[in-house]
């Protein structure tokens, strides 16, 4: 029986993954920021926490350790969107952003690993977007957060190799969540990029209407499987690619970067 740590459990893929983890055996400790986003049951501890908070990050780790008497797997889920240029947005918008994708995931890092260090084991999951390969216009900052994630996180897996402490950045796709629609923040609009926001998104409206009913994407469910498939194996890759349109999504924006720096004629592309 693993025990997990989960941020931003109380909805989407954040609550996906801890039903797979209950659901497979485990226990699992919920962070949400309200706590009647979860029902109550066997092997599940839900706490109330803002990851912004740091010194709260650490408490709620404690608590968490002590409710189970360790951790083995650690899934920083907890984050946003921002539709906003980068003229457009404010620095609220930013520092939040900021606060709760990338710096929020650090705090988190910081607080288990003297205890995964400790235990010489433990697996740390990182969730990020294909949005951390590429970008898309209106959403830069939120790039930025995911961009900055899984800078850290991929020189924070080489820190803690040796101390038996493996970490994955999920890199998903597009999934049935609200993560467009009620978790989604907007900066105040500059109305000359109402015609970009049209071409991208379909509205110029801000906040964009959100639709009534699903739009097809896939089930949260199926993300949770493709982590507990690849918690449960041995080893894997670093970057674990999430979702039927991610390999397509990566690898459009890497041939773009590729593409660019072949415009410098010193630049050959690895054989």
Known sequence: MRTWLITGAGRGLGRAFAQAALEAGDQVVATVRDPAALP??????????????????????????????????????????????????????????????????????????????????????QVSTTGAVGTVPLLGL???????????????????????????????GGFGTDWGGSSMAFATPNRDYDPLRTALFGTAEVPWPVPEEATGEPDPRAAAAALLAHVDAESGPLRLIVGDDAPEHIALALETRRQDYTRDPRFTWPA
Do not use: M
């Open 40 to 125: 109550e049951r066997d092997r599940l501890r839900v706490l109330t926490l803002d990851v912004r908070d740091r010194a709260a990050v650490f408490a709620a780790v404690e608590e968490a350790w002590a409710a189970f008497g360790g951790l083995d797997v650690v899934v920083n889920n907890a984050g946003y969107g921002l539709v906003g240029g980068a003229e457009e947005v404010s620095e609220a918008d930013a520092r939040g952003q900021l606060d709760v994708n990338l710096l929020g995931p650090l705090w988190v890092c910081q607080a288990v690993l003297p205890h995964l260090r400790a235990q010489g084991s433990g697996h740390i999951v």
């Open 142 to 172: 939120y790039n930025a957060s995911k961009w900055g994630l899984e800078g850290f996180s991929e020189a924070l897996a080489a820190e803690v190799a040796g101390f038996g402490v493996r970490v994955t950045i999920a890199e998903l």
